[in-house]
């Protein structure tokens, strides 16, 4: 069964500093990828997503994520941060025809201090 | 904007009772889901659902049941609230299976 794994469960950074949030999954078979942000007391939404074709991906406020099938990773980055990304960071796996069904990383709380 | 509504934001209940959480989406979506948020665990699936009247189990479906007798409408019920299901519950829907998931806002029970 597909299972994803975020390697840090808190990170906490100062104002402008860049940042990396880990994620790795565990089958090599045809997925799509996901990174949803949650802010403080709202639902989820989407950040980005690999689909198909090129490997790097991009947020509109300047998140990147790139998919590596070798290593099975969709790591999220971030060159400068601001306090405004403070949030919880949640990478997921949904694999071809299961109707949307996606498993989730455990999150990881980013903290952006000034 | 795809809007998914949850029928509460906080909600308290004690041991024992039966409760619906309520779902509405209005981008007749075919899919929608529900989770639960628990801190370090992530979101969990408990039931998903493909088309009016159809309902899978996912991860965590124990103690929990479902109905969409509407295609914007998915109910979670719990037919005897116990302790362990104190967290957050998520619902979310999507129009296909490589698509965005939509979530609403989340509905905070505590079982006492």
């Known amino acids: 069964a597909q299972s994803v794994t975020q390697l840090d469960s808190q990170v906490p950074v100062f104002e402008e500093a860049p940042v990396e949030l880990r994620c790795n999954y565990s089958?090599?078979?045809?997925?799509?990828l996901f990174w949803y942000v949650q802010y403080p007391n709202q639902g989820l939404q989407l950040l980005l997503k690999?689909?198909?074709?090129?490997?790097l991906v991009e947020s509109i406020n300047g998140f990147e994520a790139e998919f590596n099938k070798s290593q099975t990773s969709f790591h999220l980055r971030k060159p400068s941060v601001h306090i405004s990304d403070t949030a919880e960071y949640f990478c997921?796996?949904?694999?071809?025809?299961?109707?949307?069904?996606?498993?989730f990383g455990q999150g990881t709380e980013l903290s952006v201090k000034p | 904007d795809v809007k998914v509504t949850q029928s509460s934001r906080y909600l308290v209940k004690r041991t024992g009772e039966k409760v619906f959480l309520e779902c509405v989406q209005d981008?007749?979506?075919?899919?929608m889901f529900w989770y639960r948020q628990d801190p370090g665990l992530g979101l969990r699936l408990i039931y998903f659902?493909?088309?009016?009247?159809?309902?899978e189990k996912g991860d965590i479906p124990e103690g929990y049941s479902v109905s969409r007798e509407k295609k914007e409408r998915f109910s979670l019920i719990l037919e005897s609230a116990s302790t362990n299901q104190t967290s957050m519950y998520l619902c979310?829907?999507?129009?296909?299976?490589?698509?965005?998931?939509?979530f609403g806002p989340g509905t905070r029970l505590l079982v006492l």
């Open positions: 997921a796996v949904s694999d071809y025809n299961q109707g949307g069904k996606l498993i």
């Open positions: 981008m007749d979506h075919e899919n």
């Open positions: 979310a829907s999507t129009l296909a299976d490589q698509e965005t998931q939509y």
């Open positions: 690999y689909l198909s074709g090129s490997t």
């Open positions: 089958s090599s078979v045809s997925v799509y």
């Open positions: 659902s493909y088309d009016v009247k159809m309902k």
